[in-house]
């Protein structure tokens, strides 16, 4: 597993637009119907990832408008809660994953939420590229930090490790401190 320092892993240094997959109406990541979309790349590469195909940057196809004209319209129907961005890494995709989360918020305002899995830690996001710190400040619910393979515990909610947090972003940008996530079941044994 690897650990960057603050702003030495850029997307534009890396990302070379690409998609891994686009799921829609999924029910695993995150609360709700959701639509997914994993972006391709990433230089955590964590033992026991399991999505280790993608962390190639070329992994898949280009995010082009038409998958984003496709996952804007599979959002507008009312069942569906928001959309979900995981990887890969979102977070060194940011020229993708921006471009869609400013259209959501554009189109639906605050009707859908945005989920994110990353690698990076929510203190190390605080301390990254602007493009990063603009990509955040869309996200609702946040799932932080590197999967660790000797804290792995299948029984967590929507992480695979221990370590990993749901964070509320807005709340915990407003409060200056981490805010788990209100309807994170296992809140109590492991954040208090």
């Not at 979900?84 to 994953?97: A, D, H, R, S």
Request: aromatic share 14%; hydrophobic share 35%; charged share 30%.
């Amino acid at each position: 597993m690897k650990n960057p320092k603050p702003k030495e892993w850029t997307s534009k240094d890396y990302s070379q637009g690409y998609v891994a997959d686009y799921k829609p109406f999924m029910f695993v990541d995150g609360e709700g119907v959701r639509c997914s979309i994993y972006v391709s790349g990433c230089l955590f590469a964590c033992k026991g990832c399991f999505n280790r195909a993608i962390q190639n940057f070329k992994y898949g196809t280009p995010y082009t408008k038409e998958l984003e004209d496709k996952i804007i319209d599979d959002l507008s129907h009312d069942y569906v809660q928001g959309l979900t961005l995981l990887g890969g890494e979102p977070f060194l995709n940011t020229e993708v994953c921006l471009s869609l989360v400013r259209r959501v918020r554009r189109e639906f305002g605050d009707t859908k939420d945005i989920w994110s899995w990353t690698g990076y830690t929510y203190e190390e996001l605080l301390e990254e590229t602007d493009d990063k710190l603009e990509l955040l400040n869309y996200i609702d619910v946040l799932v932080d930090g590197r999967f660790e393979l000797e804290k792995r515990d299948l029984t967590l909610q929507f992480r695979g490790s221990s370590n990993q947090r749901i964070i509320d972003v807005p709340q915990s940008l407003v409060e200056s401190n981490v805010v788990i996530w209100e309807k994170c079941l296992d809140k109590e044994a492991y954040f208090r």
